[in-house]
């Protein structure tokens, strides 16, 4: 599929304060957009990318509340019809798809059209996995509206629904048009959510960028009051990280892509053990990335000082700092009996300092001696 040229338009945004960072999957490449009150450009910025016979806009029902009027009056010259799902998880199923396709047809979307999805990392895996699947493969782009989906679920088209099984069994790579991120959607967001999102957050400082972690122990109050000058800046790092961590490996092919579940082997796990009604995922999340730091230190490759630096951040965003040794005994089990282990041994992102993590195998005796 061929990508559309941005015309000047967008030069004359940039001179606004319009960040603009690239993913680099050649043919498939694509921009991510970042400013504050983007949302009242999206008509503006949308028309650069073609002439689309139909617009549909998914959402959930809780941001049409807040955004609906703004973004159907934007994009009013494409008459777009607007698909609001109930908000959350539950949603993000085979059946949600299937009612989907038929909205699409019964509003004549082809492969001429473009679906917007405006909204969290539900609505923008749905949104992606229903346009990859219809007609072999729909343009849509990604408008998110939280934390969590603005630093991760809407770049890298990773897209996916569930299955009473397991979570994201159904899915498929298919990349968006564009990432179109307004900073200021975040002001709504309830606290918990905000939370969420400061994990991944975290633990982007972690594996990659030691400025980014120093800007968040200095920065952290202005963060957590959303001053858009602090949020800009740290959503501009973490979408510049995870644009090279997939351009490096879209498909995770390589191992490459995986320094992006730093904290994950353990939190998923922790996820499922409670049926995803314990644990919220960056809950989960948190306490694996200080399970991991555990074992880079028993390994000998990171001291304790890495430890108390994560902790400190992790707390004052409101995340767990420990663990129930019984619960994290279990998730292993989990994990061994879900043959995630091979050879005995399960593959760990280990931190070895701000900034730098490493793939290892990590022998059951090492976890032994940790729990
Ligand atoms: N595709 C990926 O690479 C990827 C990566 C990470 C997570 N995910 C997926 O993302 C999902 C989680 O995404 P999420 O954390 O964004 O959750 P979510 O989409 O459920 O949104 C969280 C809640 O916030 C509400 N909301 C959204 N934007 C709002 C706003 N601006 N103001 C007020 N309320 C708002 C939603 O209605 C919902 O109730 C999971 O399904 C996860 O599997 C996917
Ligand atoms: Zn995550």
Same mark, same amino acid.
């Given at each position: 599929m061929s990508v559309t040229r941005l015309n000047t338009d967008d030069r004359q945004l940039k001179t606004k304060d319009m960040k603009t960072i690239k993913v680099k999957l050649g043919a498939r490449s694509y921009n991510i957009f970042i400013a504050s009150g983007l949302l009242k450009e999206l008509g503006r910025l949308l028309g650069n990318y073609g002439n689309f016979t139909k617009v549909l806009i998914l959402t959930d029902k809780n941001i049409e509340k807040f955004y609906g009027p703004i973004v159907a009056e934007n994009l009013s010259t494409y008459k777009p019809k607007v698909v609001a799902l109930e908000p959350g998880e539950g949603q993000k199923n085979l059946s949600t798809v299937e009612s989907l396709y038929h909205k699409f047809l019964e509003h004549g979307i082809d492969r001429k059209s473009l679906i917007v999805a405006v909204g969290?990392?539900?609505?923008?895996?749905?949104?992606?996995?229903?346009?990859?699947?219809?007609?072999?493969?729909?343009?849509?782009?990604?408008?998110?509206?939280t934390m969590v989906a603005q630093v991760d679920s809407s770049i890298g088209g990773k897209t996916?629904?569930?299955?009473?099984?397991?979570?994201? /069994?159904?899915?498929?790579?298919y990349q968006p048009r564009a990432v179109f991120i307004d900073t200021e959607t975040l002001k709504t967001l309830p606290v918990g959510e905000v939370t969420e999102g400061m994990v991944e957050v975290i633990k982007y400082g972690v594996i990659r960028d030691p400025s980014l972690f120093s800007f968040l122990e200095e920065h952290l109050a202005g963060v957590l009051r959303l001053e858009q000058w602090h949020i800009e800046r740290l959503i501009t790092s973490c979408c510049k990280i995870k644009a090279w961590v997939v351009s490096k490996d879209e498909r995770?092919?390589?191992?490459?892509?995986?320094? /992006?579940?730093?904290g994950h082997t353990l939190g998923h796990a922790?996820?499922?053990?409670?049926?995803?009604?314990?644990?919220?995922?960056?809950?989960?999340?948190?306490?694996?990335?200080? /399970?991991a730091t555990k074992i880079a230190m028993r390994m000998g490759l990171?001291?304790?000082?890495? /430890?108390?630096?994560?902790?400190?951040?992790?707390?004052?965003?409101?995340?767990?700092?420990?663990?129930?040794?019984?619960?994290?005994?279990?998730?292993?089990?989990?994990?061994?009996?879900?043959?995630?282990?091979i050879g005995g041994r399960l593959r760990f992102v280990l931190p070895v300092k701000i900034g730098k993590v490493i793939l290892r195998d990590v022998s059951p005796e090492v976890i032994k001696e940790i729990l």
């Open positions: 969290g990392g539900v609505v923008g895996d749905i949104a992606g996995y229903a346009a990859a699947t219809f007609m072999r493969g729909i343009p849509y782009v990604q408008v998110p509206t996916a629904v569930n299955l009473p099984e397991g979570k994201n /069994l159904v899915g498929c790579f995770e092919e390589t191992g490459f892509r995986s320094i /992006l579940n730093y922790l996820e499922a053990l409670g049926g995803y009604k314990g644990y919220r995922h960056g809950q989960a999340v948190a306490m694996g990335m200080i /399970l990171a001291g304790e000082y890495l /430890l108390g630096q994560q902790k400190g951040l992790l707390s004052r965003v409101g995340a767990p700092t420990d663990y129930n040794i019984e619960e994290v005994k279990q998730a292993f089990e989990l994990l061994y009996r879900d043959k995630k282990a």
